[in-house]
């Protein structure tokens, strides 16, 4: 390949860590496709005739063929994909495949080959985040009256209803995909015709690959083309934010399964057993949602860490980019099919959540607001008053709707019997009916607008 100067081959151990056919060669499609572009536009501008043009064509999709089939063999000695294929090539059509890699370069045939790769799975996300969104919006209409405990600091904070718990998620995983798309959008200009760094010389027409190839529109500049790697980072950060995504979800899943709150079961779909305490179910599913959460993270990091110093242009190091953009995005179909089953699978245990709803003085704030507004209190003063109401309850193990009228009125004395009528779980939750609150209509009216905005 290297040509006059080079009169030995590289060292064993330069061999080794060069070659990067054992992971790229997942581009073959994409770096194949690149070329049937990259040939016919050769030929549209008269740098290859159109017979040139018809054999490497007809070379390139028996290539394909032969990749899919499994009777293709990838090479070592041969570096890359790139190589692999011209190499192949070049024993089908014969010199005349060496014609094709005219007017470019492998800096800008990989990053063309990454870029479709990147945007090829950006689409494939988008399907899979969709697809849980639609199983959370089925399940948070199931329950969208379902009263469940809210917390804050893990700690019993106010009733909300399942379905508005569930809806949390709905937005999460639509704002993810809002960046997946958006990236799509920015993503979406070609580098090839860049060449090595420089541009080339010979009258090309990169509109007409860029077209060809599903781009808005060649990119800008030739050093950025072959440089450029922001979007692989775009797609690792945005890979990063999901899966935290997910695996808060997933913490959700695995406390809410375990025996102190038992507010969900999982079937044997998703869960395992102990090899040695014959009553376990332990959540494994989640808990490897939670833990691959770290492995996508990891990948963001290596690559910016990859990145951080390169100078223009292409720098070896870049073959390093690639890795972890395929094993985050094969981690991130994995947790999200993972999560899209759980959602599908779990089975409320929608009595046990009313209960545990009413424990630790969960409508002390409506006792609050009911204070504020009935007798016009100032909210901190209300919330000195309410805390001692709290208190008298706790010392006599009861809860704010059974506490007595006088125990309450020896605090507030201007307190009626009407402020039984905002202490249950069931009165709280449907007095919360603000934009975006839990109250069912708002929860129901929430499912509604994002089926249609989502779904």
Known sequence: MWGGQFASGPAEIMATINASIAFDKKL????????????????????????????????????????????FTFKESLEDIHMNIESRLAELIGDVAGKLHTARSRNDQVALDFRLFVRDALEKIDVQLQALQASLLARAEQYAVSIMPGFTHLQTA???????????????????????????????????????????????????????????????????????????????????????????????????????????????????????????????????????????????????????????????????????????FAQWQMVLSAMTGMIQDFTPNVKRMHALAAEGYSTATDLADWLVRTLKMPFRNAHHATAKIVKKAADKKCLLPDLALADMQSVEPRITKAVYGVLTVEQSVASRTSFGGTAPVRVKEAIKAAKAKYL
Not at 37 to 66: D, N, P, W, Y
Not at 293 to 315: D, E, H, V
Request: glycine share 8%.
């Open 28 to 71: 073959y499609a994409q770096d194949i496709g690149g070329s049937l572009a990259h040939c016919a536009m050769l030929a549209h501008c008269g740098i290859l005739t159109r017979k040139e043009a018809a054999a490497i064509t007809q070379g390139l999709k028996k290539i394909k063929q032969e990749i899919e089939s499994g009777h």
């Open 158 to 328: 106010q009733p909300v209803t399942l379905g508005h718990h569930l809806m949390a998620y709905v937005e999460m995983f639509g704002r993810d995909r809002a960046r997946v798309q958006s990236l799509r959008e920015r993503m979406n200009e070609s580098p090839l015709g860049s060449a090595a760094l420089a541009g080339t010389s010979f009258p090309i027409d990169r509109v007409m690959t860029a077209k060809l190839l599903g781009f808005a529109h060649p990119m800008a500049n030739s050093l950025d083309g072959v440089s450029d790697r922001d979007f692989a980072l775009e797609f690792l950060s945005i890979a990063s934010i999901s899966a935290v995504h997910l695996s808060r979800l997933a913490e959700e899943f695995i406390i809410w399964s375990s025996a102190p709150f038992n507010f969900i079961t999982l079937s044997d779909l998703y869960t395992s057993g102990s090899s040695i305490m014959p009553q376990k179910r332990n959540p494994d599913a989640a808990e490897l949602v939670r833990g691959k959460t770290g492995r996508i993270n990891g990948s963001l990091m290596a690559l910016l860490m990859t990145m951080k110093g390169l100078p223009l242009a292409y720098n070896k190091d870049m073959q390093e980019d690639k890795e972890p953009v395929f094993d985050a």
